[in-house]
């Protein structure tokens, strides 16, 4: 029992931001180590994969670990933001770039007499929580998408902020 207390502070000190780990330097498997199993591998660009690690829907990141095709990190970047959000373009975007670009989906509804699958992505904001909807067309191209306060969560009394 004396091993306890390390275990406790070594999983405390684990988490899906990937802190501790250094571009270049650490390995896929060191990323699986720090952050845990991923929710999901995708292919990139060059031989490159991405780990995802959503923390949807009350986290409101997701996390994409970018592995070289040495398998050593690029980087770990927080996707779901603002800046994210000005390279949508409707009629162009295919589900499959929208994925590599936020991750994986908090919610996938499906509108079959709107002929439109919605994704649903909790997203971070500096005074309100943001809720981003994008919705695809049955030949999978992003066809709309809304960007809004979060109408599931109660709105702040003027000049609070949320932390």
Excluded: H
Excluded at 19 to 25: H, I, K, W
Excluded at 32 to 61: C, F, H, N
Excluded at 111 to 125: G, H, K, S
């Amino acid at each position: 029992m004396r091993w306890l207390p390390a275990l406790l502070l070594l999983a405390a000190c684990a988490g899906y931001d990937g802190r501790g780990l250094v571009p270049g330097v650490s390995t896929a498997a060191d990323v699986e180590t720090v952050m845990g199993t991923p929710a999901e591998r995708r292919k990139g660009l060059d031989g490159e994969s991405v780990l995802w690690y959503p923390q949807l829907p009350y986290g409101r990141v997701s996390y994409a670990a970018r592995i070289a095709a040495d398998g050593k990190l690029i980087g770990i970047e927080q996707r779901l933001t603002e800046e994210n959000l000005e390279r949508l373009e409707k009629g162009k975007m295919t589900a499959d770039q929208v994925r590599d670009l936020f991750g994986p989906p908090n919610k996938i509804n499906q509108f079959p007499r709107m002929q439109r699958e919605i994704w649903t992505y909790q997203m971070p904001a500096v005074t309100e929580w943001k809720v981003l909807f994008v919705q695809f067309s049955p030949d999978r191209v992003l066809r709309e998408y809304y960007y809004m306060d979060d109408p599931e969560v109660p709105k702040l009394p003027a000049g609070q902020f949320r932390r």
